[in-house]
């Protein structure tokens, strides 16, 4: 078992940042993959970004160039940094984490909104 606490999400103008956070614990050293998903109001999650073990990334393409997730492995935390941040980012962003089992876990969710 994987257990993810989100943390930083906040309302922000348009053009600003937001760092979100998610801690791991539990069965940390299964994990091969982290990231963060989001839910805009009305519609289905999407993938955000992700890093995996061996610090590979992957970003939507809404987002790149404004996001930067990175990875703590030494205390099992992921940082999203966000800038210039559009009203369109608006969501609750949530966590994730897949294991070496393909297990999926998913964190509380953070809420997000950008003020145009």
């Known amino acids: 078992q994987v257990q993810l606490v989100g943390s930083g999400g906040g309302l922000v103008q348009a053009g600003g940042s937001l760092r979100l956070s998610c801690a791991a614990s539990?069965?940390?050293?299964?994990?091969?993959?982290m990231g963060w998903y989001r839910q805009p109001p009305g519609k289905q999650r999407e993938l955000v970004a992700t890093?995996?073990?061996?610090?590979?990334?992957n970003y939507a393409d809404s987002v790149k160039g404004r996001f930067t997730i990175s990875r703590d492995s030494a205390r099992n935390i992921v940082f999203l940094q966000m800038i210039s941040l559009e009203p369109e980012d608006t969501a609750v962003y949530y966590c994730?984490?897949?294991?070496?089992?393909?297990?999926?876990?998913w964190g509380q969710g953070t809420q997000v909104t950008v003020s145009s």
């Open positions: 890093v995996s073990r061996g610090e590979s990334t």
């Open positions: 539990g069965s940390v050293g299964s994990i091969r993959i």
């Open positions: 994730y984490a897949s294991t070496l089992e393909f297990r999926n876990y």
